[in-house]
């Protein structure tokens, strides 16, 4: 992956693939340059079995195609920086979901660029609108947030997934970045 | 400065378009958007075709949606499209620039553009 943004529209679109009605994906970066990416949902979540091996390449609960790349690639971005990834996830009935934490330092070489953050966040709310996302991108300096259960509140019955309004949901993310 | 209020305008625009759409004829642009799709390029290819429909006045006909993996991640990104009453047509290695000119000749002119299809890159 060329961008980290690209891993986060890769494992989040994971989380509502697993059902999940909200999704929280969070950046915070501190004063050193050092970033920690949080995904977490309230999806179906992963047995230990799974969790022990969701970041083996060889690794897939899916039929189409023998590996499974997302989470070996987000790994290997981070681990590149002397990041690390964690899971954490449960299937428990009453709080099941999952919980994918990545850290990177950013002031290293072999550290990807954030990339187009607002690109990815816009494809996931379109391609499920029917789930609910609360993005956050906090610096020292800013804070970019986006709630879509907010924003349905405005919208009625109108879809997140109308062009119009993920236009909107562009521009309202690409004006918090620039201000 | 975009505010709530201009998305309150888009609502109220919507409302309307939503009550018009519903039950008519669909063309599907599917996009591949799985790991495989993501890392070769999807993104901007999904964002083009959906720019594209909006800008030629198609979305009452045509919905661009996202799909996992097919199975043929050598070929990504991926774009099948579905048509009532036609064979399906899968395009491969598909970019932006691809996009625009699928759009203008399948999507509005009817005419595959055999040369991107799986068929002629196999």
């Known amino acids: ?168 949901i562009r521009a309202y993310l690409s004006q918090q970045y620039e201000n | 400065m975009i505010s709530l209020a201009d998305l309150a305008a888009i609502r109220d625009k919507m409302k309307d378009k939503v009550v018009i759409r519903e039950g008519s004829a669909q063309t599907r642009v599917v996009v591949g958007m799985a790991t495989c799709g993501i890392a070769a390029g999807a993104r901007p290819v999904l964002n083009a075709f959906s720019a594209g429909v909006q800008q030629e006045g198609l979305v009452d006909k045509i919905t661009v949606t996202q799909t996992g993996c097919i199975g043929i991640c050598q070929y990504e990104p991926v774009v099948e499209v579905f048509e009532d009453g036609k064979d399906k047509v899968t395009y491969v290695k598909v970019t932006p620039e691809k996009a625009e000119r699928i759009i203008k000749e399948h999507l509005v002119g009817g005419n595959v553009v055999t040369e991107y299809t799986i068929g002629a890159n196999q």
Not at chain 1, 64 to 93: F, M, Q
Not at chain 1, 117 to 130: A, C, E, F, N
Request: charged share 25%; glycine share 8%.
């Open chain 1, 1 to 168: 992956m060329k961008e980290l943004s690209l891993n986060i529209l890769d494992v989040a679109k994971n989380s509502t693939v697993a059902g999940a009605t909200l999704v929280e994906i969070s950046l915070v970066t501190d004063e050193n340059g050092f970033l920690t990416m949080t995904i977490r949902d309230d999806g179906c979540g992963m047995d230990e079995e799974t969790v022990k091996n969701v970041s083996d390449p060889f690794y897939t609960t899916r039929k189409t195609r023998k590996v499974g790349l997302g989470l070996p690639l987000l790994r290997l971005a981070a681990e590149s920086t002397g990041g690390s990834l964690t899971i954490k996830s449960t299937k428990d009935p009453v709080c099941h979901g999952t919980e994918v934490t990545a850290t990177f330092d950013m002031t290293h070489i072999d550290a990807a660029p954030v990339g187009d953050v607002v690109s990815s966040i816009v494809i996931l709310i379109g391609g499920d609108p029917q789930c609910d996302f609360l993005f956050t991108d906090k610096t020292p300096e800013r804070e970019v947030r986006l709630d879509t259960r907010e924003l349905r509140t405005v919208l009625g019955g109108v879809s997140l997934a109308e062009f119009e309004v993920l236009e909107w």
